[in-house]
T-cell receptor, first 113, second 115 residues
Framework: DSGVTQTPKHLITATGQRVTLRCSPR?????VYWYQQSLDQGLQFLIH???????AKGNILERFSAQQFPDLHSELNLSSLELGDSALYFC????????????FGPGTRLTVL | AQSVTQLGSHVSVSEGALVLLRCNYS??????LFWYVQYPNQGLQLLLK??????LVKGINGFEAEFKKSETSFHLTKPSAHMSDAAEYFC?????????????FGGGTRVLVKP
């Protein structure tokens, strides 16, 4: 158990819908990262938050957004869903710096029908 | 741009045999390197990491990796495979000052252990 929790574990929805994925980082970690894992793209960095502030964006679509709240939990919002958005979405947390280990949650499996 | 290449998307080993998973990186600055393992329907678990200390890094479950700057490699080994090692393994790189401290992952190597 990494100490990072993600809910829900599975999510099945239809095209055009909007969903919210939730992540709670390990106790004491200020950084939260979101990654997408799909068969065709592999593991891709989406976005990083540090202590409530967005630090960097990766290959994140404009239909996707995220935020980190004062209690440090984070939410990833996916809207206007398409079939191709079906993937595993992982949250990871770390203390802060580049060499710090990122600890991954169990992931949310999103299926868009 | 920094990148990671894992040679071989699938590796099959016999129980008790050496496990060798290859990872080569491309980085214009000193890298931090990681190996993660993913068991079916689970998240990624850290096996080991290199952060410019000792070049031979020991991790959990009997795995180790050696950082070779001249070869830009960070191969993962385990002397004797166990059935429980069947999983997918990912090599990843980041570096100080990386945008968002993001991890850049290789494509993964799926390990099958034969009895």
């Amino acid at each position: 158990d990494s100490g990072v929790t993600q809910t829900p574990k599975h999510l099945i929805t239809a095209t055009g819908q909007r969903v919210t994925l939730r992540c709670s980082p390990r106790s004491g970690d200020l950084s939260v990262y979101w990654y997408q894992q799909s068969l065709d793209q592999g593991l891709q960095f989406l976005i990083h938050y540090y202590n409530g502030e967005e630090r960097a964006k990766g290959n994140i679509l404009e239909r996707f957004s995220a935020q980190q709240f004062p209690d440090l939990h984070s939410e990833l919002n996916l809207s206007s869903l398409e079939l191709g958005d079906s993937a595993l979405y992982f949250c990871a947390s770390s203390q802060a710096t580049g060499e710090d280990t990122q600890y991954f949650g169990p992931g949310t499996r999103l299926t868009v029908l | 741009a920094q990148s990671v290449t894992q040679l071989g998307s699938h590796v099959s080993v016999s129980e008790g045999a050496l496990v060798l998973l290859r990872c080569n990186y491309s980085s214009s600055v000193p890298p931090y390197l990681f190996w993660y393992v993913q068991y079916p329907n689970q998240g990624l678990q850290l096996l080991l990491k290199y952060t410019s200390a000792a070049t031979l890094v020991k991790g959990i479950n009997g795995f180790e990796a050696e950082f070779k700057k001249s070869e830009t490699s960070f191969h993962l080994t385990k002397p004797s495979a166990h059935m429980s090692d069947a999983a997918e393994y990912f090599c990843a790189v980041t570096w100080e000052g990386a945008a968002g401290n993001k991890l850049t992952f290789g494509g993964g190597t799926r390990v099958l252990v034969k009895p």
